[in-house]
């Protein structure tokens, strides 16, 4: 009788290191490797340091107990400097190595960021704001500025109008997965029909999820299957606030995750500008249905609206403010700017000091822990300083993304692209318009010192007006629509 075995279950290691790897954790042990071997780094230096001040002086002098130790003391030097090297590379390569498995592209547009967040962190941020979590955060951050938020109730018409856009709006996310299945008609159109986008390189997927594949390996080693759990797209319906604040013309987009734990935020202020700004029209009157010589005649007919009915102009510019958010929310950006600002840089500048002040121990223990504690509140200071402006460009490169996806959304949605780029073109960059959140983007305006608007451009390498950089952006990217469908 032949010998039988089963199959050996074979598994790649990659992806288990990666799942391990992507969190904030990673990161943390890598800082902590950083102060244990920092820790030591000194001492290892004035030892080597002395050792071979001893060597040197059995040379020149050739005292007899100094030349009898000297290949001791090389040894010792070698065995200090690999004892050196590990501990300067070990958390060099641990915090790559967790930079690297936290790469990935943003879907749409192929950009590389990092997320170091495991995606059970963002299960339980997502958690956090789902369902009525949302609501309290926004309030709270809208209570910050202002006072408590005035909130426009469900019966008025203008959330009605905001509500039902963002619906039609979100109908058309679905098809970002699936373009090329669903619109192979995209080269069909006419010039004079609403442009359709090519499909995108990198469709709208789950986020990769690589700790799935740990949880796999752990259920085989025990003879288990391990369903799939898919990272699933946080996506529609999404919650929605209208708040009642005529000096605010814009609107801001926050959270991540399922059951209306992302959501936008319009003020009021923004739905008076588009009904005044196509005033002659706004106040048009639904269309009449004929009327018989008896209702005419005892003056029974229909009653005028209540309210302004909003054109089809007026719906377009109120649909590329709220695709703009919307896309920040598809891309996922709060996630990533979290991930940037309140983990990487931190953890960045907090190794960086640590650095600093460990090679600069020798020369600060003569004057006392005051040096010290100094540094390590520099290090504080500037994490701080550092991780702003890290948001600031962070989110003027998101701004340019949300840009192009929102040309998409509202392209399948079925308004016209076209109109969009000529909307940013006549917004202006006041107070009022201002960009990111309610409260950052009038500090960043009306900021008065050159050098803190100037700095960030250079960060980023531009040195145009982010505003106009945008519409160049937008305008080249249905530009290279039109170069695709007149090549295909």
């Known amino acids: 009788r032949a010998f039988h075995s089963t199959r050996r279950n074979e598994m790649n290691p990659i992806p288990i290191l ?55 003391m090389l040894q010792s030097i070698r065995r200090q400097t690999i004892l050196f090297h590990i501990l300067i590379f070990i958390p060099i390569i641990i915090f790559w190595a967790t930079i690297i498995a936290s790469l990935e592209r943003t879907p749409l547009t192929g950009r590389w960021r990092i997320i170091l967040l495991s995606p059970e962190e963002e299960e339980d941020i997502a958690a956090q704001l789902a369902g009525p979590g949302w609501y309290r955060a926004v309030g709270e951050i809208l209570s910050c500025t202002d006072g408590p938020p005035n909130i426009i109730p469900p019966t008025d018409w203008r959330l009605q109008w905001v509500r ?15 373009e090329a299945e669903l619109c192979p008609h995209w080269m069909d159109v006419g010039p004079d029909d609403i442009p359709l986008p090519p499909p995108a390189d990198y469709p709208l997927r789950p986020r990769p999820r690589a700790s799935d594949q740990l949880r796999r390996f752990a259920e085989m080693t025990c003879a288990r299957t391990c369903p799939p759990a898919p990272h699933v797209i946080a996506g529609p319906p999404y919650s929605l606030l ?99 600002g309140s983990i990487v840089w931190p953890s960045v500048l907090s190794i960086v000091t640590d650095a600093v002040r460990a090679f600069l121990f020798p020369l600060t223990m003569l004057f006392g822990p005051f040096i010290n504690d100094a540094l390590a509140g520099v290090g504080k200071v500037g994490a701080g300083e550092f991780s702003q402006l890290s948001e600031y460009c962070t989110s003027q490169k998101q701004e340019v993304e949300a840009d192009i996806v929102s040309a998409r959304i509202l392209a399948h949605a079925g308004f016209d692209p076209r109109d969009a780029a000529r909307f940013w073109e006549e917004r202006q960059d006041t107070p009022k318009t201002a960009e990111c959140s309610p409260g950052r983007a009038e500090e960043t305006v009306e900021r008065p010192s050159a050098l803190a608007s100037l700095l960030p451009r250079k960060w980023m390498g531009e040195t145009h007006p982010v505003h106009q950089v945008r519409v160049e952006k937008l305008r080249a990217e249905l530009e290279r629509w039109e170069k695709e469908r007149e090549a295909a």
């Not at 992507?22 to 102060?35: D, F, H, P, Q, Y």
């Not at 039902?164 to 699936?178: F, G, H, N, S």
């Not at 209702?295 to 649909?319: S, W």
């Open 164 to 178: 039902d856009t963002l619906r039609r709006l979100e109908a058309a996310i679905p098809v970002l997965a699936r």
């Open 242 to 340: 209208v708040i009642d604040k005529p000096d605010a013309s814009n609107a801001f987009s926050y959270g991540f995750g399922p059951d209306g734990g992302g959501g936008i935020v319009v003020f009021s202020g923004f739905l008076d500008d588009v009904l005044s700004r196509h005033c002659g029209t706004s106040t048009a009157t639904e269309q009449q249905e004929p009327q018989s010589w008896l209702a005419r005649l005892f003056g029974l007919g229909p009653r005028a609206p209540p309210h302004p009915v909003p054109t089809e102009q007026q719906t377009a510019e109120l649909a590329t403010l709220l695709a703009h958010e919307l896309a920040h929310l598809v891309l996922s950006h709060h996630i990533e700017t979290l991930s940037s």
């Open 18 to 72: 990666v799942g391990l790897l992507k969190s904030s954790t990673a990161l943390e042990v890598a800082r902590m490797a950083a102060r244990v071997g920092l820790t030591f780094v000194p001492v290892i230096l004035l030892h080597n340091m002395r050792s071979k001040k001893l060597i040197r002086i059995a040379d020149e002098h050739k005292i007899p107990h100094l030349v009898e130790k000297k290949e001791d």
